[in-house]
């Protein structure tokens, strides 16, 4: 499938800006990275896989084009790409490491699929790596399980959790429906899906998937979305997965509907479900696609929310 053409048919991925400048699209591959933070007993390794670029036309498409760039000029963010960074989540539990989600594999674009080379550069082996929870089946999630030179699991040792929901709809006939440019996407999904089967477990959102994670039901994204509450002791973390897909638009204007979105209406309606949990409960959040490394809080603001980062 031709990214240029998924592109066009308004089905892109949208991952999140590099300090909301506006960026060309690169050919070098950035160093790899990662970041460490304790979480209770726990320790927390956010690991980059690179980023990716897209057109700001795909942040909103249930507003006009004028209004969404002139937002985009007032805050000074660029009006026609960004940078969306790729922030893959590590827990590590005594010698348990448990992964969330696996990045794009280096398939999608040059600029990502960097994560095998931040796990080394971080001191941990791919055969490491005890699970892999999935949050959605889109290729910048996803795809990194395998390598693509050989068709091999990247963590050949992992026990992968997937919500039964997002399995049946890339797995089934729902997705054998998909036309256009997606249907590359449901064919990797199916792909990946399959050379993983045997190792997967299909988990149901609202409950405990593994000690201390708690799998939140945020479809709209995909259809069996999710996100993630992870507990440490007194320590809490809110793993958004696309949920809160951008730092661009997704929090002054929750509403909007970014085009990577299959279900506009009901990924706003969790998108602001997940915002007033954490501005609530002021948790602790990783976004998959914000800045590096992606921590941060959320505040209410009037009517949307903020965003203040970590670091």
């Known amino acids: ?19 909301g400048a ?10 790899p990275a990662s970041f460490r933070l304790a979480l209770g007993a726990h320790e927390l390794i956010v690991l980059s896989d690179g980023h990716l670029v897209v057109p700001t036309a795909m942040l909103a498409r249930n507003v006009g084009g004028r ?10 963010f660029g009006l026609e790409r960004v940078h969306f960074h790729i922030n893959v989540a590590l827990i590590r539990a005594g010698n348990e490491h448990i992964l969330i989600d696996a990045g794009s594999g280096g398939t999608w674009e040059p600029t990502a699929g960097r994560l095998v080379d931040s796990l080394e550069a971080a001191g941990i082996a791919p055969a490491a790596i005890g699970k892999v929870v999935i949050t959605h089946a889109h290729p910048d999630h996803l795809w990194g399980l395998i390598d693509e030179l050989d068709n091999s699991l990247r963590f050949p040792r992992a026990e992968y959790l997937v919500a039964a929901r997002e399995w049946e709809f890339w797995t089934g006939k729902e997705a054998a429906r998909l036309q256009g440019p997606v249907e590359g996407i449901a064919a990797g999904a199916k792909r990946v899906f399959k050379a993983i089967e045997e190792r997967t477990t299909r988990i149901r959102p ?12 945020t479809a709209g994204h995909t259809p069996g979305h999710i996100s993630l509450l992870l507990t440490a002791g007194s320590s809490t973390l809110l793993v958004t997965g696309d949920a809160v897909q951008n730092n661009h638009i997704a929090l002054a204007h929750p509403n909007w509907q970014p085009g990577a979105d299959m279900d506009g209406i009901q990924a706003a309606a969790s998108r602001r479900r997940l915002l007033d949990l954490a501005a609530a409960d002021r948790l602790q959040v990783l976004s998959y696609h914000m800045p590096f490394p992606g921590l941060g809080r959320v505040e209410r603001d009037g009517p949307a929310f903020s965003w203040t980062a970590a670091l």
Request: net charge negative; no cysteine; proline share 6%.
């Open 22 to 31: 506006a960026a060309a699209p690169d050919a070098a591959a950035p160093a």
């Open 67 to 76: 209004e969404l760039a002139a937002y985009l000029a007032s805050v000074g």
């Open 206 to 217: 609202g409950s405990e998937i593994l000690p201390g994670i708690v799998a939140l039901d």
């Open 1 to 19: 499938m031709s990214r240029r053409l998924f592109l066009a048919s308004g089905g892109a991925f949208i991952a999140s800006g590099l300090n």
